[in-house]
């Protein structure tokens, strides 16, 4: 039963041409380093095979001569996968284990393998780019990953089924032709997890065959049964309504007319995105949003004009960073409120390089930052908001905390997750009719309605070639109803920019890069339709609907739109089946990376193939089967699909159009 997995006399295993082993991470105060304690320290190692696998390693210069590593690893008939649990005792020493890395794997690939990092609604990225550097990130959307070596039709998954969202993140890193990658579990730093501790959650991993699609059905079998999807918020008609997305940020005159213009061209309800609404400059003094850059009043004003007018409306803040270089933050004791790190300093990050003041991250438990969000969010419900934008929530709020004036254990836990989520829940409490939104596609599905992401604009915001998303979220979630919408997708090219911010780093002219970059535009909105987000433009104007120079790209806007809107039952909550079984020619797209913070010598240009017509395959509450497709392209294209018989297609689609096709119709 067990002849795929194999041990050396150290207790390392080999899967598959994969070593799978474990590191457990101890020290004995915060202020000193921490001690890498692997199989290959302990004194013996005994295997036992009956009907599951059962490692046990003993002794140890350091924790002692008593101290055990044991790892269960249980295989499933069905699916051929293992589930593992590590756990260890007798730890006589003064050293505290802080980190569980489990199970830490290590494989020879070529630098063409690919890993899918669980970013947004999920990254493919290559060997090359993962050499950089060793790097530790979040399981920022979902708690999984798979790597995919280069020229083979399977690839390795890697899960932590963990239904109560533990603190943990992940390491990856590929150095000389060897990636090696594990799951990190920070351990509550309390008495009783000193001498001895278990992995709260098994730990899923295996070979399987395909691509991403079947690695997120893989989790999906899991995830589907989990509260958060079984306890998901029901959708909100506002939401399910909305065709398009405007991203604006700016004042009420450059904000609302071009929602409304596009509102009026369409027919079809629009949302509204509105940015800069603040009198605080952005990625600045949060969280002192309040008043509104134009006044009170007048903020007032517009949002119930918006409300008439049918144009359903949020506005951004930012729902966990406080800026350490104000005023505000050191005369309401924002260092109690701060994630402080292992070495004591604050989580602190420089979003903004024109301001350049310092955003901190909020830990789940600070009671005073909570209390500043509620003023603010009963300040905008007051005027009549309907919709709030808590930004980085979903993104963020996974890592450990060490700070010594809050009331949970340093290091891990599940207190992130409830601090935040009690947080958001008496906002909805004190405001049950606001609609809540976050960053990233997230499984705070039963937290908030809608969360924005990036991933159609990925080459824009990264700019990287060895990265592309792919909609492996969609492959798990897209059923729920839950909201996704996003883009960064601007008609000219060109982002906006903030007045509050110094001049001399505006970019001093602009080009007609609408017109070098011809394809990016348009993809970006097309992959929000064949991935079955909504829709979103960014920055628009009304000279984009007025001046002739931009007619494609609005009338693309205005297309796109309606398409979702007319598809809706499909795009908002169908199942989403593998894309296997389509063809079509692949071209050169050339991709600006330009967002609000990229300086003029900073802006990059990659070149990429890209399929000419982008697909997705649906099948909806009754079981049919349905290909969307969309070709961003100014010429039509040609493609063959396959159908629900298995048998193959030609279908063409005209220039800069969308296409909803039947699978289960014959010819």
């Given at each position: 039963?067990?002849?795929?997995m ?9 899967y ?7 590191c457990?991470a101890a020290?004995a105060?915060?202020?000193e380093?921490?001690l ?25 210069p350091?924790m002692?001569k008593?101290?055990q ?10 699916t ?16 505290a ?14 630098e ?15 060997m ?5 550097k ?21 690839g390795?998954y890697?899960?932590?089924?963990d ?14 032709g060897i990636?090696?990658h594990?799951?990190?579990f ?12 278990t ?26 049964k989990q509260?958060w ?7 909100r ?19 609302i ?5 596009l509102r009026?061209d ?6 509204l ?8 400059p ?17 903020f007032k ?5 918006l ?41 602190a990050?420089?979003?903004n ?7 901190a ?9 909570h ?6 969010a009963?300040?905008?419900?007051d ?6 934008y808590?930004?980085?929530i979903?993104?963020?709020a996974?890592?450990?905390c ?10 891990g836990?599940t207190?992130q ?7 958001v829940?008496e ?8 609609i ?18 990036l991933d ?11 990265m592309?998303?792919v ?6 979630y897209?059923e ?8 960064y997708?601007?008609?000219?090219g ?7 911010w110094?001049?001399?780093d505006?970019w ?7 017109r070098?970059?011809?394809?990016q535009?348009?993809?970006?909105l097309?992959?929000c339709?064949?991935?079955g ?6 920055n628009?104007?009304?000279?984009h609907?007025?001046d ?21 039952e499909?795009l908002a909550?169908a ?6 079984g389509f063809?079509?020619?692949?071209i ?8 609000i913070?990229?300086?003029r ?15 997705s395959?649906w ?7 349905i ?5 961003y392209t100014r010429?039509?294209r ?16 005209p220039p800069?159009?969308f296409?909803?096709i ?6």
């Amino acid at each position: 039963m067990f002849e795929d997995m194999t041990f050396s006399q150290q207790g390392i295993a080999v899967y598959h041409g994969i070593e799978v082993s474990w590191c457990l991470a101890a020290a004995a105060s915060l202020d000193e380093k921490l001690l890498l304690i692997l199989p290959e320290n302990m004194t013996s190692f005994h295997l036992e095979k009956s009907e599951n696998i059962r490692a046990v390693w003993q002794g140890h210069p350091q924790m002692g001569k008593d101290f055990q590593v044991e790892v269960i690893w249980k295989k499933d008939d069905d699916t051929q996968l293992y589930s593992g649990k590590l756990s260890w005792r007798n730890n006589s020493s003064n050293l505290a284990v802080e980190e569980i890395r489990f199970p830490a794997l290590s494989a020879t690939l070529d630098e063409d393998s690919r890993f899918l990092k669980p970013d947004n609604l999920g990254e493919l990225v290559t060997m090359r780019y993962a050499k950089i550097k060793a790097k530790r990130s979040f399981y920022a959307s979902m708690q999984w990953t798979a790597i995919f070596p280069a020229g083979k039709n399977y690839g390795f998954y890697l899960d932590c089924r963990d239904s109560q969202h533990f603190i943990k993140q992940y390491d990856y890193q590929y150095s000389d032709g060897i990636f090696t990658h594990s799951p990190v579990f920070y351990v509550p730093l309390l008495t009783e997890n000193t001498s001895e501790f278990t992995l709260p959650y098994c730990c899923t991993f295996g070979r399987f065959e395909g691509f991403w699609y079947e690695a997120a059905q893989i989790y999906r079998s899991w995830a589907l049964k989990q509260d958060w999807y079984i306890n998901c918020l029901p959708v909100r008609e506002q939401l399910y309504d909305t065709a398009m997305w405007v991203w604006n940020r700016g004042t009420p005159e450059e904000v609302i007319p071009p929602a409304e213009r596009l509102r009026k061209d369409t027919g079809v309800p629009i949302a509204l995105d509105w940015y800069w609404w603040h009198s605080n400059p952005y990625d600045t003094d949060y969280p002192d949003f309040w008043p509104p850059r134009n006044g009170e009043e007048t903020f007032k004003e517009n949002i119930r004009y918006l409300n008439e007018q049918n144009i359903f409306v949020q506005v951004y803040t930012n729902g966990m960073t406080w800026d350490i270089d104000t005023a505000s933050f050191e005369h309401n004791n924002g260092r109690d409120c701060l994630q402080i790190n292992r070495d004591n300093s604050p989580t602190a990050m420089m979003f903004n390089p024109y301001t350049r003041h310092r955003l901190a991250i909020m830990c789940g438990e600070a009671p005073g930052y909570h209390k500043k969000m509620q003023f603010l969010a009963d300040k905008l419900a007051d005027s009549g908001l309907p919709a709030l934008y808590l930004d980085m929530i979903g993104s963020y709020a996974f890592s450990p905390c060490r700070n010594k004036a809050h009331r949970h254990a340093p290091g891990g836990g599940t207190y992130q997750k409830e601090g935040y989520y009690a947080y958001v829940q008496e906002i909805r409490r004190r405001h049950p009719d606001l609609i809540l939104s976050t960053e990233y596609a997230s499984e705070m599905i039963d937290l908030f309605e809608s969360f924005i992401m990036l991933d159609s604009s990925l080459e824009r915001c990264y700019g990287s070639e060895e990265m592309e998303a792919v909609p492996a979220f969609q492959a798990v979630y897209h059923e729920s109803g839950t909201t996704i919408f996003g883009s960064y997708a601007i008609p000219d090219g060109i982002p906006p920019w903030d007045p509050r911010w110094p001049d001399k780093d505006r970019w001093q002219f602009e080009e007609d890069w609408h017109r070098q970059f011809e394809h990016q535009f348009f993809i970006e909105l097309a992959r929000c339709i064949i991935w079955g987000i909504q829709p979103c433009v960014c920055n628009l104007k009304l000279a984009h609907a007025e001046d002739p120079e931009f007619a494609d790209e609005y009338s693309f806007i205005l297309k796109t739109a309606q398409f979702y809107h007319a598809n809706r039952e499909i795009l908002a909550g169908a199942r989403l089946l593998s894309p296997e079984g389509f063809e079509c020619e692949y071209i050169p797209v050339k991709f600006m990376k330009r967002g609000i913070f990229t300086l003029r010598e900073d802006m990059n240009i990659i070149t990429r193939k890209q399929p000419a017509v982008l697909h997705s395959f649906w099948q909806d509450a009754d079981g049919k089967k349905i290909l969307i497709a969309a070709n961003y392209t100014r010429q039509e294209r040609v493609f063959k699909y396959r159908t629900s018989n298995g048998a193959y297609r030609n279908g063409h689609i005209p220039p800069l159009s969308f296409a909803r096709i039947s699978l289960d119709k014959e010819c």
